[in-house]
């Protein structure tokens, strides 16, 4: 490949996500890695290590995007990709021993928590949820005076769609002490925002869905080590239990990839403008947002990560006789720009109340919106959510 990780580590991630990943510098070599539609591969004898095999081993397609994934997040080794972020989920929960236990923050993602749940319910592991941001409540829940400690501490920070921040060095420090692998869910972030292999994760989840692929048309997971046993086993896993990337999609995921770095640029200093003028709005109750200075977890989210991301949350007070939960639904109807649609972290701005989903948590406000702020103009997209909130008043 074009880009080695030395050369990698010497570079900056605007510029890794454009160089890395591409055919070798040969004459006649194509730019782009071609898409390879194949379910086989020609070969005699025993399948050594490094061969390809079959179609649910590995694909020529997919290893440009796992090789810049794995340099821009710092790893000593490419990633892996999934047919989605919950398959990536999947493999890295499988990491548990039998009888284990796994600490998760109780404002996870919520399918991630449903799986959790569900495999807990079976008796595959013991589940502790906990306030991610409670660093002391996290440690207890890791290593209990009277109880067993902890295999894997998972990770998400900011939480969606709660934004809460978790001290990630703090943590993965306690659950290293407990025995417990670290797995981090670095979806909301992306490498260009924040790296935890570098604040001590073991394991860096992604949905590729959101900003990695960046256009809300494609479905995909990653993962991300250095530690070549754990690769070797999330391999494995991938390998018996299928959850492997189509071609097309991990093509259109690195094509995405290449303008991570605009996107990001743009959709953050659009989403510090929106929070402030939305944090002074009296038709929001409350706005969390990691790069408002007022924010509980502004500190901890400048120790930790470069910027402060595109996504956004709000709670709606009651507003002509409506309740919050109503007035935010009547906001979401009354946009005209903005997407009302679930998922973030594409060039579309996208806004949803969150409990119009049966899964999530009740512990989430029924008032709550989430807005993934886009690449459009900020003054187009504060206009829009203005006229929005002056309905409520109407
Ligand atoms: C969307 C999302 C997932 C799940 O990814 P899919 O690609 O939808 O399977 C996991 N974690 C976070 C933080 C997400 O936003």
Known sequence: MSLSEQQAAQLSAETVVV???RPPRERDEPVNQPIVLSSTYFGT?????????????????????????????????PGLLYASGLAAVSSALSLIPAGGVLVMPSHSYAGSLVMATELAEKGMFELRTVDIADTDAVKELLAP????????????????????????????????????????????????????????????????????????????????TSDEKIRATLLHHRIIHGGIAGPFEAWLALRGLRTLALRIERSQASAAVLAERLSSDSRI???????????????????????????????????????????????????????????????????ERRRRHAAEPVSVPDNLVRLSVGIENVDDLWADLKQALDALDG
């Open 285 to 351: 109750e409350s706005i969390r947002f990691p790069g408002l200075p007022t924010d509980p977890g502004h500190e901890r989210a400048k120790s930790q990560m470069k910027s402060f991301g595109s996504v956004l949350n709000i709670q709606l007070a009651p507003a002509g006789g409506l309740s919050g939960a109503d007035a935010a639904d009547k906001l979401v109807r009354a946009l005209q720009l903005w997407l009302p649609a679930t998922s973030l972290g594409g060039v579309e701005s996208l806004i």
């Open 45 to 77: 004898g025993p399948l050594a290590d490094g061969d390809r095999g079959y179609g649910r081993y590995s694909n020529p397609t997919w290893d440009p995007f796992e090789e810049a994934l794995g340099q821009l997040e710092g790893a000593s080794l």
């Open 145 to 224: 005076a009277d109880g067993k400690a902890a295999s894997m501490l998972w990770l998400e920070s900011p939480t969606n769609p709660m934004l809460g921040i978790a001290d990630i060095r703090a943590l993965t420090a306690a659950a290293h002490e407990a025995g417990a692998i670290v797995v981090t869910d670095n979806t909301f972030s992306t490498p260009l925002v924040q790296q935890p292999l570098s604040l001590g994760s073991d394991v860096v989840l992604h949905s590729v869905t959101k900003y990695l692929s960046g256009h809300s048309d494609v479905v995909l997971g990653a993962l991300v």
């Open 19 to 21: 160089a890395a990943g």
